[in-house]
C-alpha cells in the first residue's frame, strides 16, 4: 500500500510515545523504592467515530493508558494529540473545559455513583459543573436521555443503591453523555456485570456510538466483547503492545505468539472443535523485575537467542500496513 493511501483516514485521536511509572515502596531497611514502568512506549491512533480495544492480562497496563492519556495519573513522556492539540501541556482551566469532550467510565458503576444523590442529580450534576442550562432544561434533558439509555423516569428519583448492577452502568453512562462528549475511556465497564447484563450494556454502547458518533476506547480482557463492539485492537504485555491493527485481521490471523495464546483461549461455538487453547509456561514476569531484549520470551514457545538481547520494534505484515506486531522470529517467517 502506497503512502498517499495510508493518510486517507482521519485520526481524532493520536498517542505518541506513552510512558507511565509509579513508585513502589520496599519493606527492606536499606532498599531502596523500585519502579514499575506501567506503560513503556505506547503509541496508537483512533479515527473519528471508531471503537479501539485495549487486551491484555491483568497488570499488563491497560487501566495505566487510560488514567495517564486523561491525566488522572500525569504521565512521565509522550504525547496525546487531540483537536490538533498536545492536551498533556494543557493547565487546570484548559483540563476542566476538555472534560466537557471527553468522558471517563469506570470500572464499578456502584463506585462510581454518590450512593446520597438520586440518580436525577447525578445525571444532570455535570450541566450544573460546566454552568450549562437552567433547572428546567438539564431535568428535561436527563429524563431524555434516561430514555436513551433504557430506563423509566420512575427512576430518577431513585438512589444508586434501589437499582441493579446493569441499571446502575446504564446511569453512569447517561451521566457521561449529558454532556455531549466527542470521546468516551470505557476502563473495563462490564467486568463487575453478570453475562446477560454485559450484553444489554455492550448493545446499549454500540447504539449510542452510532446515534451520537462516539470515539470509544474500550480497555477489557474479554476477547468476545472486543471482537463484537471494536474496529481495532492494541494487545499489550508488561507495559508495550505487541500486536495492533483492525480487529478481524488480528482476531483470524494473530501473528505474535502472545496474541497467538490469547485467541486460543477463547471459546469455540463448535463443541467438536479439536483447537486446543496454547498453554503459556510460566507467570508474567514481575514488572519490578523485566527480562531483557522480548519482555514476552521467558514464556515464549517460539524465542531463540536474539530474542533476550533487544527490544521488537513493530513490523508491518504482508497483508496489511495497519496489521503490526513485535516479534522479530514471526517477521522473518513472512519474510520468506
Known sequence: MNEKSKNTKQTFFNVKNLHQEFKVKTTGFFQANK??????????????????????????????VAKSILNIYPPKLGEVIFNEQNILKFSEKEWRKLRRDIQYIFQDPLGSLDPRMTIINQIIEPLIIHKIGDKKSRISEALELLNSVGLTHEMAEKYPHELSGGQRQ????????????KFIVCDEPVSALDVSIQAQVILLLEKLKKEMNLTILFISHDLSLVRYLCDN????YLGKIVEQGPVESIYNNPKHPYTKALMSAIPQSNPFSKKEPIVLNGEPPSPMNLPSGCRFHPRCWMANDSCANKEQELFETKQSYEHKFACHVMYEKELK
Open 35 to 64: 519502579i514499575v514502568k506501567a506503560v513503556d512506549g505506547v503509541s496508537f491512533t483512533i479515527e473519528e467515530g471508531k471503537v479501539l480495544g485495549i487486551v491484555g492480562e491483568s497488570g499488563c497496563g491497560k487501566s495505566s
Open 233 to 236: 485492537i492494541a494487545v499489550m
Open 170 to 181: 446504564r446511569v453512569v453512562l447517561a451521566r457521561a453523555l449529558i454532556l455531549k462528549p
